[in-house]
């Protein structure tokens, strides 16, 4: 079994800072890729950033320059520092991992979702 689990969404003020974590854990082998999607209420879900295991990261561009993704192999845990925070980028942010698990089967998981609100 594999659980992504979230923390650090909240409520904040244009213009703030939030740093998201997401914790994997169980039976891990081996992480590929991390992400960070969220999705808005009434919008499809969308990729917001996405980091390899050797470190290279992609961004949306609506965040580039604003949002940093890292993440910690040694603990199996991803990042998202956002600062200079829109209204806009209120939504449910959710983590994704893709991997190997201890059987050496590659499988996508998510966790259940952080809230992030941005007030004007």
């Known amino acids: 079994q594999v659980q992504l689990v979230e923390s650090g969404g909240g409520l904040v003020q244009a213009g703030g800072s939030l740093r998201l974590s997401c914790a994997a854990s169980?039976?891990?082998?081996?992480?590929?890729?991390m992400a960070w999607y969220r999705q808005a209420p009434g919008k499809q879900r969308e990729l917001v950033a996405v980091?390899?295991?050797?470190?290279?990261?992609n961004y949306a561009d609506s965040v580039k320059g604003r949002f940093t993704i890292s993440r910690d192999n040694t603990n199996d845990t991803v990042y998202l520092q956002m600062n200079s925070l829109k209204p806009e980028d209120a939504a449910v942010y959710y983590c994704?991992?893709?991997?190997?698990?201890?059987?050496?089967?590659?499988?996508?998981?998510w966790g259940q979702g952080t809230q992030v609100t941005v007030s004007s």
């Open positions: 994704k991992a893709d991997l190997f698990d201890s059987s050496r089967r590659f499988g996508t998981y």
């Open positions: 980091v390899f295991r050797g470190g290279s990261t």
């Open positions: 169980g039976s891990i082998f081996s992480i590929t890729v």
